[in-house]
């Protein structure tokens, strides 16, 4: 009985091996520091095609590997009491034939405490991962970084500056009409 188990249980056993085989992967290697100090105890969403997935918890200073389907979006948004939630976006579309292949792509995330100088981009993710068809790998959009860097203040800030500025304008009117009406 268990030699024809195990008869009927091998070959599904190898066609499922063998399926795995024929999908590609992208494995991130990912690691989080404070001021080049590795940090610890945070916690890893993980978002795949817009819906959570699974999600991570690191109790040591480690990086964490997380594997990736190809042709599939991801968000990994890493979570740390008294830090900024920090955003980061894969997307893991390889062209057509090199989908059974397998990537690696290793980086590291530099945390901001929450009472640092105001970011005014706290909401946008922070990097931008694809296929790069020139190295033939996963790279990180240095063109995505450079435009964030280089981004206004959030609306609500700039809101909040044109608020209070339009306020100040206001009062000094006030003032100034309360000076003439007094002679002043």
Do not use: W
Request: charged letters at 25%.
């Amino acid at each position: 009985m268990k030699t024809k188990l195990l008869a009927l249980l091998l070959p599904l056993l190898l066609m499922a091996n063998g399926m795995k085989a024929r999908t590609g992967a992208l494995e991130i290697s990912c690691s989080l520091s404070e001021k080049d100090v590795p940090v610890k105890d945070y916690t890893i969403m993980i978002l795949r095609n817009g819906h959570l997935f699974d999600s991570v918890f690191a109790e040591k200073a480690l990086p964490i590997f997380i594997m990736m389907d190809v042709n599939t979006d991801y968000s990994l948004r890493f979570i740390k009491k008294d830090f900024r939630d920090r955003i980061v976006i894969v997307e893991t579309k390889v062209p057509v034939g090199k989908e059974k292949q397998h990537y690696s792509y290793d980086f590291d995330i530099e945390m901001i405490r929450k009472d640092s100088a105001p970011n005014t981009m706290a909401d946008l993710p922070i990097a931008f991962i694809s296929y790069d068809t020139i190295t033939g790998g996963f790279e990180y959009s240095a063109t995505y970084a450079a435009s964030i860097a280089h981004m206004p203040a959030s609306p609500d800030v700039s809101a909040a500056k044109n608020n209070t500025n339009a306020q100040s304008a206001e009062t000094a009117k006030r003032n100034s009409r309360k000076k003439v009406r007094k002679g002043i």
